[in-house]
């Protein structure tokens, strides 16, 4: 005999929509502010001048004024450094 009960078929349960990330706003476009200027899973991105974070991640802009992207390296505690993209909005 069986030692769990029959749990059924499972066929509906991978239908939900993608979350929609990446650059909704690229280098040199103008922007307003409280524009979303990328949607984020992490800090993979970092928010420079002229931007913050929102807690879900996304950069917002905080001013009026043009999209900018730098690569810059960030330092990690252990010393390591990785690079990383900055968006500003100037």
Do not use: C
Not at 39 to 64: C, V, W
């Amino acid at each position: 005999m069986a030692n769990v009960k029959a749990g059924g078929s499972a066929k509906n349960i991978h239908n939900n929509a993608g979350p929609r990330l990446g650059v909704k706003r690229f280098g040199g476009q103008k922007v307003k502010k409280g524009e979303v200027l990328v949607r984020q899973t992490g800090s993979t991105k970092l928010a420079g001048p002229g931007t913050y974070l929102s807690r879900n991640f996304t950069i917002h802009a905080a001013i009026d004024g043009t999209v900018e992207f730098t690569k810059v390296r960030k330092t990690h505690f252990s010393g390591k450094t990785v690079p990383r993209v900055r968006v500003s909005v100037k």
